[in-house]
Each structure stands twice: as C-alpha cells, then as structure tokens.
C-alpha cells in the first residue's frame, strides 16, 4: 500500500540511500592482529633483567590502544602461570615480560581483544633455567651457550666468542638478551669446523684470538683449532663493529718444535699425538691469551693443560709468544722463558691485565667435566717468579663452568667489581636432559655473566 503523502520515486530513492543496511550501522572492525618478535623465551628463577619480547598488535578500524593484550593460558603453570605474565605498554608495540616459578618448559598463550569483539592469540614457547648463586648480579647472554672467550668493548658492552662456532657476539653486559650484533668469520676464516676459540686479548684497536690448539675431545687432530686470528675493533658500546684482520695456522706445531727443542719439559709432542684428548693433567690445551706488561707484541698464552709437572700440585703454565703480532700474520712464533704459577693445582681458564701490568687469573681444572670442581680468581703483578695471590673462591653449585675474565678493575678502588663468563655448553638449563648446546632453538641457548666484588 503506498504512504499516503509520498511518492513511490522518492520511496524507492530514500531506501536506495540507506543502503541494505539501513541509515544507521557501526563501522565495520577486521580481526585483529598479533605478532611476537620472537616465539622462543628464556628466563630464570629468581633473575634480574630478564629478557622480554615485544608484542605488535593491530586492527583495522580500531586505534591500537583500544586493543588489550593478555595471557589466556600456560600449559604448564607451575613453570609459568597466565598470572606470572606481564605486559606493559598501550599503543601498537606492547612488552611482555615472564616470572619463571620453576625450572623448565611452558607455551603461553598470549591473547588480543579488539573492538566488536574479535580476537587472536599467539603461542610464546617459555623456558626457565634455575636460580643461581648471586642471581642479582647476573645476566645472561642468548643465542649461544659456550661462551668461551671475551673483551671490554666499551660502555658496559663485551665481544664474546663461542667455542662451538666461529661467530663473535655483541652484548649489552648490563642486561640479559640477544646479542646486539654478530660476525660470522667462517668464510674470513676459510674454516669448515669451529676453530674452538678459548682466548682473546685486546691491544688498542686490535683484538687477537686463540683457538685451543688441541686435538678434539675424542683425540682427533682438527686443523681448524690451530688458528691465532685478528679482528679490528671501531668504534665503541653498542656502536662497535668488527672486520677481520689476519690468521695464522702454525702455532701448535711451533709450541711441540720448541718444548722438544728444549729437552720436551712439558710433553707436547706427546699430547698431540693422535688419540690424545686435550683435557688430561698431561694434555695439550690453550684456554688464556693475554700480553705481556708493556707489551704490544709479547702475549702469554695460558694453558689448561698440562700442568708442570703434570700432578696434582703441578704449576700452571704461561708460555710467552715474542711475536705474536706475527704470528697472526702466519709467521714461525719466537718464544720467551715460560712462566709457572702456583693456582693451588688449578690451571688457566682466562687471564686478563691492566694498564698498570696487573693480573687476573681465573683458574679452574684441568679435567674435561669439571663444572663442580673448585674456580678460583688470583691476582699476579705480571712478575715472572712471584706467586699469585688468590683473591676469590667462585661458587660451583650452578651449572657451567667460568670461562672468561672480561676486564681488570682497579683493585684499589673500594667495591670494585669484576664481570666473569661462564660457558653453559653442557648444562641442563631446563631439566629436560638435554645440553645447552644442543637445544633446537637459540633463544633457549645461553650462557651467564655475572659480577663478583674483589675484597
């Protein structure tokens, strides 16, 4: 029937004016959206500064700080519980942060809210080491867990080399993460194996580098390890980067030519004799590489094994390399009187000097699975002949073992600090059985610097 004072065109206009839906509808909203920089987490019970992930959110139509951004869900809440989730943050990037209760493994489900009702949810997969012994003063540095050799590069940040790959790592010392930059050397290097760096020492702009010259754990000659390189440092802090420099690959053979040459004193013709492992009190292992007092040219290299004499009150040793500027240009090495000190039975795991010819030691044992066995820090003037002086006693009940020294503090100044590396290569972190090393993704790898006060 037709209304009474209108026309049927001006009906039919009005309604084609409307739309199918009528003259009044909200704005239509798309689904929203979530992103996570990374879907792999690792924590630690009772850690500081532990790493976060960032969490990116949107929907068409709606403002990103009208979206809410939750967890939903823990599929294992005593790990992790959905109430042990944080999220700061209120535009399109939130940040989400995780309490570990326990140690081990938990998926969240972290959920966005959106206008009209729509959600998504994204799965972060979380994992939690244990607490660990002075927990307050320690960070941990993802993407690799055998640290094993590191300098200062300014500004509270280090470059850290793991012995399981040739790629040296940028770290903000100060908090727990990612690395903030990466080199990988292997083609610089030409190596097809890691070359197992164990040493590093920083003269101006140029940083050497030592692989362990050993044989393989199951006493197998591996080219690749008997590499001294160099890289070149610009810059500094979180502006550093590095080129390549040289690579020398003579000095094992140099070392077993010398010490036969010199009536073989420290056996090491014999410890790198086919089916020899490195890690035995009479074995053949650099783990330490630092100058001489003074030096540019001169470096000590440390050795974890052998001990002189190989026993149990044997000396570590500190072989002198006159030339190592050379060496790492692929040069015969020249070689100085070698230096024994007396770390209580303990060889070198690291040693660092200062500008006043000042030395750290970190001494550790000589044995290939030593995590519980006894770390100790020793001070030493760089006097060939006098004895070092133990400083501290490091704690062993967590796991992995202390690898690296990154700097010399002034030991006159009162509470001063000294940061210390451990390689987690061979820890269970999560209980799960499995090493460090071998975990299927890199965020889960690590290892722990933690800072320790000299008395």
């Known amino acids: ?32 959206t979530i992103k996570l920089s990374a879907a792999y987490l690792s924590g630690s019970v009772g850690g500081t500064g532990d790493p976060v992930v960032t969490v990116t959110v949107a929907q068409s139509g709606a403002d ?21 989730v944080h999220v700061t943050g209120t535009g399109a990037d939130r940040t989400v942060a995780v309490t570990a209760r326990s140690r ?3 998926d969240l489900t972290l959920k966005v809210a959106g206008a009209g009702g729509g959600t998504a949810t994204a799965t972060l997969h979380y994992a939690a080491s244990p ?14 867990s055998d640290a094993s ?23 903000d010392g100060a908090v727990s993460g990612a690395p903030v930059r990466t080199w990988d050397l292997d083609g610089a290097l030409g190596a ?30 591996k080219p690749d390890r008997d590499t001294v390189f160099t890289t070149t440092v610009s810059g500094s802090g979180a502006a550093t980067r590095l080129s390549f420099g040289t690579a020398g690959h003579r000095l094992r053979d140099d070392l077993v030519a010398w010490d036969e040459a010199n009536g073989g004193r420290y056996g090491f013709a014999a410890a790198t004799a086919d089916g020899q492992a490195p890690k035995r009190i009479d074995g053949f292992n650099v783990e330490g590489l630092e100058f001489a007092p ?14 002189a004499p190989p026993r149990n009150d044997g000396k570590a040793l500190l072989v002198p390399v006159t030339n190592m500027d050379r060496v790492a240009r692929g040069a015969e090495a020249a070689f100085g009187t070698p230096v024994e000190l007396d770390l209580g039975g303990l060889s070198v795991r690291d040693l660092r000097r200062d500008d006043q010819g000042r030395y750290l030691v970190l001494a550790g044992s000589w044995a290939a699975e030593d995590n519980s066995a006894p770390y100790a820090l020793y001070s030493w003037d760089g006097v060939a002949g006098h004895r070092p002086v133990k400083v501290l006693d490091l704690p062993t009940a967590d796991a992995g073992g202390w690898e690296s020294v990154v700097s010399v503090p002034d030991p006159t100044a009162a509470g001063a600090r000294v940061q210390l590396i451990t390689d ?32």
């Open 192 to 221: 097809d194996k890691e070359v197992d760096i164990e040493g590093a020492a920083r003269v101006g702009d140029t940083v050497y580098w030592t692989g362990s010259l050993g044989n393989n754990k199951d006493g197998v000659y």
């Open 424 to 455: 987690d290569g061979a820890a269970d972190l999560y209980g799960d059985g499995t090493d460090a090393k071998d975990l299927t993704h890199p965020e889960w790898r690590k290892s722990r610097t933690t800072w320790f006060t000299l008395d």
């Open 294 to 307: 003074g030096s540019a040219t001169t470096a000590y290299v440390g050795f974890r094994a052998p001990l």
């Open 64 to 84: 990103a700080s009208a979206l809410t951004v939750t967890a939903s869900r823990s599929s294992r809440s005593t790990v992790a519980a959905t109430t042990d």
């Open 104 to 106: 081990g493994y938990t």
């Open 149 to 171: 050799a590191a300098v200062d590069a300014g500004g509270g940040y280090l470059i850290v080399a793991d012995d399981e790959d040739n790629t040296l790592r940028l770290y």
């Open 1 to 32: 029937m037709r209304h009474p004072s209108l026309p049927v065109v001006t009906v039919l206009a009005l309604l084609s004016a409307a739309g199918p839906a009528g003259p009044a509808h909200a704005a239509a909203h798309g689904t929203p």
């Open 131 to 144: 607490a660990v012994r002075h927990g307050a003063d320690a960070r941990y540095l993802t993407g690799a």
